[in-house]
């Protein structure tokens, strides 16, 4: 394996002649529709995400990215689009759960059994297949940060419930492995916000997820939430060590804007690590120097073949022009460093 790969975690800016980026940075990530955010017509919402699909693909690939995403760019938040397209759902009178934040915030009310009636994010798979001929990473919320985004009126406890959304997350990533993903992703950041429950229960809706899914590279990105929403972040993860147990190969975490010290690579001796190299609370883009001296502290402490670098987390309540700058610097002095081993 090629090392020091460059990858974008998840999302990347959304134009804002497609979504109100002002009411959008504005409120907590949504967990149920908010429709109120796009500023075209359903009847040509479509096309217009296509469209935008297309410009965050090429920002990427001009930026010289190894592994792209889509962006991003259909989701009003990382998780919604998923779990709102699941039964078992009151979305017209939703419950309230508190976010990683403290506050209370509109969630799914789950009043029966949790399914996943149709694919979600295949027909966004196949079309970003169809842009470009280097690996693609998709995304999808993982079950446990999906049963802490909900509130739970059906099942006897919130271990119950992860397990039902790790079904349906598991029925999607095999869909989307056959769609043409080359990874595929589950995003977990509450398992920093909530250790306690993590240690009940996530693993094992992690691998039930995970359960049988082949022929892509099998990812989990943990986080502290989005620097424009969360901005003092911890110095350390407390639940990080378990995950070399877990059977995907890569672990993406932040560590650019915590100031993580690169010694906690060595709690995931087992796994490919995605390193953040990027900190998006900081709207003056990296240079390429920066972003080597990151990975060089890095590599005292984990092989460069296992290592991969990336933004922080998603991208998307970036300016559209500082998130270019930051790639074209990833691309750099993750360039500038391999040309060192």
Same mark, same amino acid.
Request: glycine residues 6%.
């Given at each position: 394996?090629?090392?020091?790969?460059?990858?974008?975690?998840?999302?990347?800016?959304?134009?804002?002649?497609?979504?109100?980026?002002?009411?959008?940075?504005?409120?907590?990530?949504?967990?149920?529709?908010?429709?109120?955010?796009?500023?075209?017509?359903?009847?040509?919402?479509?096309? %217009?995400?296509?469209?935008?699909?297309?410009?965050?693909?090429?920002?990427?690939?001009?930026?010289?990215?190894?592994?792209?995403?889509?962006?991003?760019?259909?989701?009003?938040?990382?998780?919604?689009?998923?779990?709102?397209?699941?039964?078992?759902?009151?979305?017209?009178?939703?419950?309230?759960?508190?976010?990683?934040?403290?506050?209370?915030?509109?969630?799914?009310?789950?009043?029966?059994?949790?399914?996943?009636?149709?694919?979600?994010?295949?027909?966004?798979?196949?079309?970003?297949?169809?842009?470009?001929?280097?690996?693609?990473?998709?995304?999808?919320?993982?079950?446990?940060?999906?049963? +802490?985004?909900?509130?739970?009126?059906?099942?006897?406890?919130?271990?119950?419930?992860?397990?039902?959304?790790?079904?349906?997350?598991?029925?999607?990533?095999?869909?989307?492995?056959?769609?043409?993903?080359?990874?595929?992703?589950?995003?977990?950041?509450?398992?920093?916000?909530?250790?306690? +429950? %993590?240690?009940?229960?996530?693993?094992?809706?992690?691998?039930?997820?995970?359960?049988?899914?082949?022929?892509?590279?099998?990812?989990?990105?943990?986080?502290?939430?989005?620097?424009?929403?969360?901005?003092?972040?911890?110095?350390?993860?407390?639940?990080?060590?378990?995950?070399?147990?877990?059977?995907?190969?890569?672990?993406?975490?932040?560590?650019?804007?915590?100031?993580?010290?690169?010694?906690?690579?060595?709690?995931?001796?087992?796994?490919?690590?995605?390193?953040?190299?990027?900190?998006?609370?900081?709207?003056?883009?990296?240079?390429?120097?920066?972003?080597?001296?990151?990975?060089?502290?890095?590599?005292?402490?984990?092989?460069?073949?296992?290592?991969?670098?990336?933004?922080?987390?998603?991208?998307?309540?970036?300016?559209?022009?500082?998130?270019?700058?930051?790639?074209?610097?990833?691309?750099?002095? %993750?360039?500038?460093?391999?040309?060192?081993?």
């Amino acid at each position: 394996m090629e090392p020091l790969r460059t990858t974008v975690v998840g999302s990347y800016p959304q134009p804002e002649w497609l979504i109100d980026r002002r009411k959008l940075g504005g409120r907590l990530p949504p967990r149920v529709p908010a429709r109120e955010l796009w500023r075209v017509d359903e009847a040509w919402l479509d096309d %217009a995400q296509d469209d935008a699909t297309i410009l965050a693909v090429r920002d990427m690939v001009a930026a010289g990215v190894d592994i792209v995403t889509d962006g991003e760019i259909r989701r009003e938040s990382y998780s919604n689009r998923f779990a709102n397209a699941l039964e078992g759902l009151d979305l017209d009178e939703p419950g309230t759960a508190l976010d990683r934040t403290g506050h209370p915030n509109p969630v799914p009310r789950v009043v029966g059994p949790v399914r996943r009636m149709r694919p979600v994010q295949v027909r966004d798979t196949e079309f970003l297949r169809s842009l470009t001929d280097r690996p693609i990473r998709v995304t999808v919320p993982g079950p446990f940060t999906m049963s +802490q985004q909900a509130q739970n009126d059906h099942y006897p406890d919130l271990r119950s419930l992860a397990l039902a959304y790790a079904e349906a997350v598991n029925e999607e990533l095999r869909d989307l492995v056959a769609a043409g993903a080359d990874v595929v992703q589950i995003d977990e950041p509450y398992l920093q916000a909530r250790p306690e +429950q %993590a240690r009940e229960y996530a693993l094992e809706a992690i691998e039930r997820a995970f359960d049988g899914v082949s022929g892509a590279t099998l990812a989990l990105h943990t986080c502290f939430g989005y620097a424009a929403i969360v901005h003092e972040k911890p110095n350390g993860y407390p639940f990080l060590a378990e995950l070399d147990s877990i059977s995907a190969e890569q672990i993406s975490i932040e560590a650019a804007q915590p100031r993580l010290d690169p010694s906690i690579l060595e709690q995931l001796p087992s796994k490919q690590v995605i390193l953040g190299v990027l900190d998006l609370s900081d709207m003056t883009p990296e240079t390429a120097e920066v972003v080597a001296d990151r990975i060089r502290a890095a590599l005292r402490h984990i092989d460069p073949e296992r290592l991969l670098v990336a933004p922080d987390c998603g991208m998307k309540y970036l300016p559209r022009e500082v998130a270019k700058a930051k790639l074209h610097a990833l691309v750099e002095g %993750a360039a500038t460093v391999r040309a060192e081993l």
